[in-house]
Every structure is written in structure tokens, then in C-alpha cells.
């Protein structure tokens, strides 16, 4: 019997979980699935990236019933990108299942095609609040079926101020039902909607003294403002990420700094709340396929961003709160694997950096960029190769474990500060890819620092572009 057969689950999703390639259950998977399946409500606490979704996605395709008609489930998610990643992972496990059904609702897609869509039986509705009020005030909607109701990311649904629409959905759910609240931190906001909304909850929680994940090695770059874009690119070259997301406070600044990198040859492309959907989701297919390396993104956008592969988190401008830091960084390091989150700080942020070390409860390694050059240098070893724009011949793709697999094969490595494994490139069978965390470049003899370090289109830099900057 497999450990989540023990756990409540049928044999027919442990098959099918199996051919995902996943095993064994994360802790909060242990902890809250055998209450869940028990019906009652639950509030789960843990960090980003430990499992929360198949956590409430077993248990609630479990008490599926086929035959009924109606809505039967509704995940709300406080962005468009979280709700398509749910929706696709209900899909992958409902790929053999033709009697249950899932539609994603949420703003900038065309209202009609929804429309088309709800006219069959669905049975379990991921949305954001926005476009599920537009529906419920159509009557396009109809809540009084469901019976289970989760809300995920709570902290930052209500962060971002989504409270007025999550209470006005609320009431028009049947009395009668299960909530599940999941959250990575529970501030008082959270703890007041729970106790109007919810019926003696069971607590469930995975933390330790530590609240961001163990796995996520975290440190501090000091610079300044006029320094920061020069940081950057070291860091950049030094650590050679597979993918990496880049956080900017405003969206003016997420463009400006895509059109700076783009214009010294880095794979990079732009997230923000000023894009069109159709925008949105080809730059995340571009990301999520390796074909960008670098994703630069405000924290609304990339709230709740779930992709596999994302070795390396850059903070440019700092978090504005330890709520924002903790789901920043945990974009990186999920599901078990290993990440790197690099928090670029002036002098005007120690005040910031202070609250957020309080906030998480450990301090923060602080590195000067020389530093950390000669750590990942120790690390992972030292190449002469230059990344390459877009491509993935110097960026070793990681596995992490607990995750459902997308068809697209998988390469073995890992970025951990050890050192990784070098693997084959997807889409490249005859080439070795490097190690992607902490691998920098040696000098050649007689070479400058700026010639030696190659941008991100495998071009040398120049004494004079670097003036230029």
C-alpha cells in the first residue's frame, strides 16, 4: 500500500499520481488530506511551494460525485496565472476521467467562450474573484450546488484587496459546505475572515523556527541606485540560471529594466498587470518551455506563480513587507527542490531589510558581489563557456520532487549550493549542460574582467558599453 493510499486516497489516483512520478506526500499533504477527506473545514498553514494544491485537489476529486450535476467545487486564487496552474493540474489528473470536468474563470478572456463552456457540467469552477462576481451577477453562475469551497493564496487575496469580493462570493455558497483556507502566512485579516466564515476548523500547519523554506539559499547584496542594473548583470553571470524571476516594485520599472537587459542580450521578457491576457500567457508558455531566461515581473503579476524549473529569484527592488518577501522567493526551492533568492539592497533599504529579517525569524546572509563570486566559484567549479540568449545549452534543468509532469521530458540536476549534476539539455541529447546555480566563468590570461564575462547572448562586453551605462 502506497503512503497515500494510507492516507485516504483511492488506489485509481494513486495510479495515476504514480505515473506523474509522485511517490511520497509532503508533510502538509499528510497532515491535511485525512481531515480533509473526513469533510471537515481546515485552515493549512505552510510555506509556499510544500504541495498546498494537491493537498485540497485529492481530496476534493475524491468526494467527486460524477453523477450529480452542478458545481460541486470552487477554488478561488487571487491571480490569472495561479487559476490556469490549478486548472491544469486538475487536468492532468482528470486525464482519464470523462464524467467530471474543470473550467478556469478569470479576467481578459473572451466572456463568450466562457459562456460556451458553463452551458455543459461542470464540476469543479477555478477562478478569480473579479470575473466569477461579473458571472454570478449574470446569472451565468450558479454557487448553490457546491459543496466544497476552497480559497488559496488567502493572505494575498487579501493583501491585494480582494476582501469585499471574497465575502460577497462567500454568501452566496450554500450554508452547508466544507472551506478550506490555505496560506503560507496567517495575519489578523486572514484569522477574522476565517472565524465568520468557517465551522470549527482544524488547524493544520507545517513550519519550523525558520519560515521560509531550508531549501532556498537567501542572501544580501548591498549596492546603490545607480549600481543596481551593473549588480544585476554580475549576478546574472556569476549564478547562470536555468530560469530565473526578477521582482521590480512598479510596473515602469519592470519595463524599463527588460528593455535594459534585452538590449545587452539576456532572454528576457516583461510581467505586469498592463498586458493583455493573450500577452500574459505567451510570455509564461515562453518562460515555462526555457525559451526566456529571465522573467521580469511585479509581485502582482507573478503572485502565485508555479513553474517548474525556476532555479534562481532576484529581488531588484526589495519587498515592501515580509508577507511579499516570503512568496517572492518561494517561486524558487518548491515541491523540494533547491532554489537561490538574491535580494539586491541600498542604504535607504536596511530599515526594510531589518523588518523583513524580523518578520522570518533568521538574518540574511549579506555578500559583497566579489564574495559570491568566489563562493559559487567553489561551489559548482569554473567554465570558460558563455550562456546563450534563450538557449539551453549552459543551464542544467532541475527536477523537483512532488509535482505533477508535464509531457515534455525532464532532465536530473539539481541546484543546490553543493554543486549539481551536469545533464542533458532539453532538446539538446548530445550536449552536457552545466551546473545552473553559482557557475561563473574564468579569465583568460591577459584578459579584463569585462571581456572575460560574456552577456547573456554569449557576446563579450566592451569597456565602452559599459561606460555607456
Not at 451565468?140 to 466544497?148: C, D, K, N, P, R
Not at 549588480?231 to 524599463?256: E, G, M, N
Request: aromatic share 4%; net charge positive; hydrophobic share 35%.
Amino acid at each position: 500500500m502506497s503512503k497515500f493510499e494510507q492516507l485516504g486516497i483511492g488506489a485509481e489516483w494513486c495510479a495515476i499520481l504514480r505515473a506523474n512520478g509522485i511517490g511520497q506526500p509532503t508533510p502538509i499533504q499528510e497532515r491535511a488530506i485525512p481531515v480533509l477527506l473526513s469533510g471537515r473545514d481546515v485552515i493549512a498553514r505552510a510555506q509556499t511551494g510544500t504541495g498546498k494544491t494537491l493537498a485540497f485537489l485529492l481530496p476534493i476529486l475524491q468526494r467527486l460525485n460524477p453523477e450529480a450535476e452542478g458545481v460541486q467545487a470552487l477554488i478561488m486564487t487571487p491571480t490569472r496565472e495561479l487559476a490556469l496552474q490549478i486548472t491544469s493540474e486538475v487536468n492532468k489528473l482528470l486525464v482519464h476521467q470523462d464524467r467530471s470536468s474543470v473550467l478556469c474563470v478569470y479576467g481578459g478572456q473572451d466572456v463568450e467562450r466562457q459562456l460556451r463552456k458553463l452551458q455543459g457540467n461542470i464540476s469543479i469552477i477555478v477562478a478569480t474573484p473579479g470575473r466569477l462576481l461579473d458571472h454570478l451577477r449574470r446569472g451565468t453562475v450558479q454557487l448553490s450546488s457546491v459543496s466544497m469551497f476552497v480559497l488559496d493564496e488567502a493572505d494575498q487575496m487579501l493583501h491585494i484587496g480582494f476582501l469585499n469580493e471574497v465575502e460577497d462570493i462567500i454568501r452566496q455558497l450554500p450554508a452547508h459546505r466544507q472551506t478550506m483556507l490555505f496560506s503560507a502566512t496567517m495575519p489578523e485579516s486572514v484569522r477574522r475572515l476565517a472565524s465568520r466564515y468557517m465551522r470549527e476548523p482544524v488547524s493544520v500547519q507545517v513550519e519550523d523556527r525558520q519560515i521560509t523554506v531550508k531549501e532556498i539559499r537567501q542572501s544580501v547584496v548591498e549596492t546603490t541606485d545607480r549600481g543596481k542594473l551593473a549588480a544585476l548583470r554580475q549576478l546574472i553571470d556569476q549564478y547562470r540560471p536555468y530560469l530565473a524571476i526578477v521582482f521590480c516594485r512598479t510596473k515602469r520599472r519592470v519595463s524599463k529594466l527588460n528593455a535594459e537587459l534585452q538590449q545587452y542580450g539576456y532572454a528576457t521578457d516583461e510581467l505586469h498587470g498592463d498586458l493583455s491576457q493573450a500577452k500574459r500567457e505567451q510570455v509564461m508558455e515562453r518562460f515555462r518551455e526555457a525559451k526566456l531566461q529571465l522573467l521580469i515581473a511585479t509581485d502582482v503579476a507573478a503572485r502565485g506563480l508555479d513553474v517548474e524549473g525556476v532555479t534562481h529569484v532576484f529581488n531588484y527592488d526589495i519587498p515592501p513587507d515580509t508577507e511579499s518577501y516570503i512568496h517572492r522567493i518561494g517561486r524558487t526551492g518548491r515541491a523540494g527542490g533547491q532554489g537561490v533568492a538574491v535580494t539586491l539592497v541600498t542604504p535607504k533599504d536596511r530599515a526594510a531589510l531589518l523588518a523583513i529579517e524580523r518578520g522570518v525569524r533568521m538574518p540574511i546572509r549579506r555578500t559583497s558581489l566579489d564574495a559570491a563570486e568566489r563562493q559559487e566559484g567553489r561551489n559548482a567549479g569554473r567554465s570558460d563557456r558563455k550562456p546563450q540568449a534563450g538557449g539551453q545549452e549552459d543551464r542544467a534543468r532541475p527536477v523537483s520532487k512532488g509535482r505533477l509532469r508535464s509531457g515534455r521530458q525532464r532532465t536530473e540536476a539539481n541546484p543546490g549550493a553543493g554543486g549539481a549534476k551536469a545533464a542533458r539539455s532539453d532538446g539538446h541529447p548530445g550536449k552536457r549542460a552545466k551546473a545552473d546555480t553559482g557557475l561563473s566563468r574564468s579569465r583568460k590570461p591577459g584578459s579584463s574582467r569585462t571581456e572575460a564575462r560574456g552577456g547573456a547572448g554569449g557576446r563579450p562586453r566592451t569597456a565602452g558599453k559599459r561606460g555607456r551605462r
